[in-house]
């Protein structure tokens, strides 16, 4: 059975910088596109980052671009969302999720083609 989870997240101060985590099981993400997404209270999910399988290539949203670096550990099946510069409307619920295919592509920010979301971690960014 395929699972995420997503750990890392807490309360920083606007400027602070923090760590996220999706950890595998059940699945072999070395081989396929991993994306963090983010879900504010009365917002729809936002794609983040898309990290590709074997490629390795990264997307961001515009958003976070700078700031936010995607990476993965083939040998702990895990990956990551190293934030930094963090601000206040990063706030959110943050999730990850496969595409179940080797590649992001051009609509990697769509939600509707990711399966097997994770639990989700609270980012609060406030002073």
């Known amino acids: 059975q395929v699972q995420f989870v997503e750990s890392g997240g807490g309360l920083v101060q606007p400027g602070g910088s923090l760590r996220l985590s999706c950890a595998a099981s059940g699945f072999t993400l070395e081989h396929y596109a991993i994306g963090w997404f983010r879900q504010a209270p009365g917002k729809e999910r936002e794609g983040v980052s898309c990290?590709?399988?074997?490629?390795?290539?990264?997307y961001y949203a515009d958003s976070v671009k700078g700031r936010f670096t995607i990476s993965k550990d083939n040998a702990k099946n895990t990956v990551y969302l190293q934030m930094i510069s963090l601000k206040p409307e990063d706030t959110a619920i943050y999730y990850c999720a496969t595409t179940e295919v080797f590649y992001c592509g051009s609509n990697w920010w769509k939600s509707a083609l990711y399966h097997n979301w994770g639990q989700g971690t609270q980012v609060t960014v406030s002073s």
């Open positions: 990290i590709g399988g074997s490629t390795g290539l990264t």
